[in-house]
């Protein structure tokens, strides 16, 4: 009865891409993490007591532990938590976040998910959790297709995005969770128990998934595929009989010439209305894409650097992203990057070089057990099905989903191999033994701490959070709810925090003083946050903002806004952002000088950000100092591509300009006028004719028709 009840609980975690919840600030990664964690701890506490009376489950058990594929992901699991252990912030280490659901915590469910599918599972049972990942990619692929139609007021269809996200959350997402599809598709296919009708069925979803896969627009997923088919085809050419040989040849040399044919055709228009591909052709060493993974690679490398052997911890990839930014990056992007987008980089970082060697000791004993193997239909496809995850996830990252799938794999692959768990007798004398019930012991007060800690506070906090965001009125009908993010469990506060911490910001109600009382509970909590964090300048940055607001009517929280931007720069030495925060809270306390200097120290990171040209344009007009200056910076801000400007910063430079032209206007300043009137023609581009006229205007010295005349919006 319990091993039913165990498999029923590890065919339910085939459900995860499906969940997700509008109750969560992440309500894709959130809602997922906490299902298939919730499965996994009640499925391990059935184990553990059906382990204590089962021989026969124990001696399962015992060869998956000595198993090489098992004690791999252990290792790498151990090294995890060692790095995680000296980590600037443990706990996030240890627990993650509400965003990604990553942490050394989410290891050990996935490790534990692996061991229970060995030791549960049977063949059947394999292809019965495959088929149900098939039937659950169907309802992901056509939730995605109502979701890009824009219907979302339909039941379980999230709301509309001009991406292809679905349940996912993200395309990107999607895109690697398709490979899993079309190989999944494909096994199934080829799978000889399959009958005849269901291989329509399976067909159909290989066409549909890889159409899926084009749909989300991602390159890196479409090149791992296509690598991936070329690797498996020469496998075949050169290994097997002479007629499946040749037929494998020829695919392979069709495949072939079709990429060398789109690589020197990439240019022509027809490759730009096919989606996926229109941004393959356009992949170039001079591509913004391209230039920010190779600078965030450099990034990665020099953070290793620092901590070559055990790394940063579990989830610190942002914490030596940011020490070591590179600051050309904010040429391209001004995103802040929490992963490296490539998995052996981030790994590198996070574990180290004894981590990465671990990691990269997983692929090479499933290439051990693929090559013992032979070449079998199903050893082919979960090759390639391992050879196009691992190819992805140089341009990406993992997610729940993907986890979920890529240990699903790996344990399918051990039951598929020729020494095969199920050989062990089915029936064994029932005995008893102490040491599950050990574990048992030590395991209940574990899992009351998992709901507890990880679950049942953390949900509340993430509902609380976002609820609060949604209706005002709920901070005086509900006042238990700002308390339930104040009160979350370490695990949830840091993106709990933040969330509603950047929708107060938003609103500006720090501003009103009917919101003050309400709001300074949390305000305190957060500055709790702030006082020990080493790990994310975004939590500094985003209290300097509610500062700023409050120090409209009290200026001693402009010195606090200050200390606090202060306290972050060492986390971020390199980052503009942090630059510009601390320009513009200097010119706010009117410490004038202090300020362009801030401003141009930013500049020297990298002369050819322009954003940073702008911000010490818009300091040196509020400083009303050197106007000529001013105009020259506001200049280099169109020279340069990538601006990264916000609306409010673009509505900035257009009144500052405005005010700039209607100076030079009164103070006769031709060489002004027509200079600041250059520019907003660049601004205002529907105004063109209108500033043509007024630089003619300036050139005869016109100047009572253009003081009289002036009346630009």
């Not at 509008?22 to 309500?27: D, G, V």
């Not at 594929?69 to 252990?85: H, P, Q, R």
């Not at 107060?504 to 720090?510: E, P, Q, T």
């Not at 971020?572 to 009117?590: C, M, N």
Request: aromatic fraction near 16%.
């Amino acid at each position: 009865m319990l091993s039913k009840t165990i498999k029923i609980l590890l065919f339910l975690t085939a459900l995860t891409p499906l969940i997700w919840s509008s109750y969560f600030i992440f309500p894709y990664v959130s809602a997922k993490m906490f299902f298939f964690r919730g499965l996994i701890e009640i499925a391990t506490l059935l184990a553990l007591i059906q382990s204590i009376s089962d021989e026969n489950l124990r001696q399962k058990a015992k060869k998956i532990f000595r198993n090489p594929l098992f004690l791999s992901l252990l290792s790498f699991l151990i090294i995890s938590g060692i790095a995680s252990i000296f980590s600037v912030n443990p706990s996030i280490a240890f627990f993650g976040n509400l965003e990604r659901g990553e942490g050394f915590i989410s290891l050990v469910h996935y490790l534990i998910f692996f061991f229970l599918l060995c030791v549960f599972f049977e063949d059947r049972d394999f292809l019965g959790f495959l088929i149900s990942s098939f039937w659950v990619g169907i309802g992901v692929t056509f939730l995605g297709f109502f979701q890009r139609l824009g219907l979302d007021n339909l039941p379980f269809v999230p709301p509309y995005k001009p991406d292809f996200d679905s349940t996912l959350g993200n395309r990107a997402y999607v895109a690697g969770y398709s490979l899993f599809l079309i190989g999944s598709s494909l096994f199934l296919f080829l799978e000889k128990n399959t009958r005849s009708f269901m291989r329509y069925w399976y067909g159909g979803g290989i066409i549909l998934f890889s159409i899926l896969l084009l749909l989300t627009n991602n390159r890196g997923s479409l090149v791992a595929l296509f690598v991936s088919l070329l690797i498996t085809l020469g496998i075949i050419a050169f290994h097997s009989s002479s007629l499946v040989a040749r037929r494998a040849k020829i695919a392979g040399i069709c495949l072939v010439l079709f990429g060398l044919c789109f690589f020197i055709t990439r240019s022509f228009p027809i490759w730009q209305y096919i989606p996926g591909l229109s941004r393959v052709a356009n992949i170039s060493l001079s591509d913004a894409t391209m230039r920010t993974r190779y600078l965030s690679l450099i990034s990665s490398l020099n953070a290793f650097k620092e901590k070559p052997l055990l790394g940063w911890g579990n989830d610190h990839f942002i914490t030596a992203y940011n020490k070591y930014y590179e600051p050309s990056y904010a040429r391209f992007e001004n995103s802040w990057f929490d992963r490296a987008h490539n998995k052996l980089a981030e790994i590198l970082v996070e574990t180290g070089l004894i981590g990465l060697l671990a990691y990269l000791s997983i692929f090479l004993f499933v290439f051990l057990f693929l090559r013992k193997e032979g070449l079998r239909k199903e050893t082919l496809i979960l090759g390639s099905i391992f050879i196009a995850y691992f190819l992805q996830n140089l341009f990406l990252f993992d997610h729940p989903t993907s986890y979920l799938l890529f240990y699903f794999f790996l344990a399918f692959l051990i039951i598929r191999s020729k020494e095969e768990v199920k050989n062990i007798p089915s029936s064994q004398p029932l005995s008893f033994s102490f040491i599950p019930l050990g574990g048992l012991v030590i395991y209940l007060p574990l899992l009351l701490y998992c709901f507890t800690y990880l679950e049942a506070k953390p949900i509340k906090a993430a509902y609380a959070a976002n609820m609060l965001s949604q209706k005002d009125s709920l901070w005086n009908e509900k006042p238990e709810l700002i308390n339930m993010v104040i009160t979350g469990s370490s695990f949830s506060k840091i993106d709990t925090h933040r969330f509603l911490m950047g929708f107060i910001n938003s609103r500006g109600l720090f501003m009103n003083k009917a919101w003050q009382s309400k709001l300074f509970p949390f305000l305190h909590s957060y500055e709790g946050l702030v006082i020990d964090n080493k790990y994310d300048p975004r939590i500094n940055i985003s209290l300097s903002d509610a500062y700023e607001d409050l120090g409209e009517k009290d200026p001693g929280f402009l010195d606090k806004k200050l200390q606090v931007l202060e306290s972050a720069l060492p986390l971020a030495p390199r980052r503009q952002d942090l630059f510009y925060e601390l320009a513009f809270a200097h010119s706010l306390k009117k410490e004038n000088e202090k300020a362009i200097e801030i401003a141009r120290s930013a500049i020297a990171l990298d002369p050819e950000v322009a954003r940073a040209h702008y911000v010490l344009s818009a300091i040196l007009y509020l400083a009303k100092a050197d106007k000529e200056e001013s105009i020259r910076e506001l200049a280099l801000t169109f020279e340069y591509p990538g601006a990264f400007l916000s609306s409010q910063d673009q509505e900035n430079i257009k009144n500052i300009l405005i005010t700039y032209l209607a100076n030079s206007v009164k103070s006769r300043d031709e060489k002004g006028v027509t200079s600041t009137a250059t520019l907003l023609k660049k601004v205002i581009p529907e105004k063109i004719g209108e500033f043509d006229q007024i630089i003619a205007l300036g050139k005869a010295h016109n100047w009572y028709a253009l003081e009289y005349g002036l009346d630009i919006k």
